[in-house]
């Protein structure tokens, strides 16, 4: 839901729609969209919804036009499978196939295996109530980042599965990993 009250929905190919309560409008490429492929969307604080795309990066809307943000900019990939803004204003982006990176608005920095990622084929992320980010991957487990380090946790320590699908907390702090085929993990 975006600050105007609107609703949006990510297509697999038809880009996005936004519902006003009466009618439904489609962007697409063709208005600027990164690509028509939408895997997730996400608001920040300053109220722009961000699109994260299969192909084409991440789009930024600011009410009134897309900004592309992709490889040429500093995005180390263009398939990019979920956004998130965390708690000090830094946009994460996950990416399936060059792990994770940080854009503080001006400077991206990426987070690979070299950098303590189990693999840099990743799905999902989450930050809990401590500001402790959770990096869910595919095959690899989840990973939990301090703002220094990385430490992962798979089968070996309990994991119904090692592909993470969704990372939630619940009121008591308890943090909820969704896998994929496996059930979920607390």
Request: charged letters at 20%; hydrophobic letters at 30%.
């Amino acid at each position: 839901e975006d600050n105007k009250g609107n609703l949006w929905f990510g297509t697999a190919g038809g880009g996005v729609c936004r519902y006003d309560g009466i009618r439904f409008t489609n962007f697409t490429t063709r208005e600027g969209l990164a690509d028509d492929m939408v895997f997730s969307i996400t608001k920040d604080k300053s109220g722009n919804l961000w699109f994260g795309t299969y192909s084409g990066g991440a789009s930024r809307f600011d009410g009134k036009k897309f900004t592309t943000l992709d490889t040429s900019s500093g995005l180390p990939s263009n398939n990019v499978n979920m956004i998130m803004e965390d708690s000090k204003g830094n946009i994460w982006f996950v990416t399936f196939g060059s792990g994770v990176c940080r854009y503080d608005g001006m400077n991206f920095t990426t987070f690979t295996t070299q950098d303590g990622l189990p693999t840099n084929y990743m799905q999902t992320l989450f930050e809990d109530s401590r500001g402790i980010l959770w990096f869910g991957s595919f095959e690899k487990g989840v990973s939990r980042y301090d703002g220094k380090s990385f430490t992962t946790f798979t089968t070996e320590q309990g994991l119904a599965n090692n592909t993470i699908n969704s990372i939630e907390e619940d009121r008591e702090g308890n943090i909820w990993l969704a896998t994929q085929g496996g059930g979920v993990s607390r």
